[in-house]
């Protein structure tokens, strides 16, 4: 179950507060996505002022580890965010463990980053959802084995 005591922010609300530093989008997963209760990954939408854009598109059930279909994925949510005009994503890593980054997760990162590189819509940031909470994942700690 989701985080009870956490308001979720409306879309009007978010209109007034544009993720313009990575501690603005950390608050905003938490309150949007918390602590992890399945595994999913997560788009969400950035326009040019770093404002969150209304459309979120959640993956349920992806493999443990990424496989070929990462870059289909990743053409089809780059497609949803050309409707939009959005000017990068943000990229949430659900899973139901604890706060250490894992293999799986440096393994999902680095394949969406990849993926993202050969597009025009750039990765903003990537964040994992764990049972405790929401933690940033820098490029440092999923760019290297």
């Excluded at 507060?17 to 950390?26: F, H, K, M, N």
């Excluded at 002022?49 to 443990?64: A, G, K, M, T, Y």
């Amino acid at each position: 179950m989701r985080d009870a005591a956490v308001m979720k922010p409306h879309y009007e609300d978010t209109i007034s507060q544009p993720l313009a530093t990575d501690s603005l989008v950390e608050e905003r997963i938490s309150a949007l996505v918390g602590r992890a209760c399945h595994r999913q990954v997560w788009f969400l939408f950035v326009d040019s002022r770093n404002v969150q854009l209304p459309l979120i598109i959640p993956v349920s059930d992806p493999p443990i580890m990424p496989d070929t279909a990462v870059s289909q994925l990743v053409d089809n949510i780059v497609k949803a965010g050309e409707g939009m005009d959005a000017h990068s994503v943000i990229v949430v890593l659900e899973r139901y463990a604890g706060s250490e980054f894992t293999p799986a997760d440096r393994a999902w990162a680095r394949a969406l980053d990849s993926a993202f590189g050969c597009t025009e819509l750039p990765m903003r940031a990537v964040l994992v959802s764990h049972s405790r909470g929401v933690r940033w994942f820098a490029p440092d700690d999923y760019g290297f084995d």
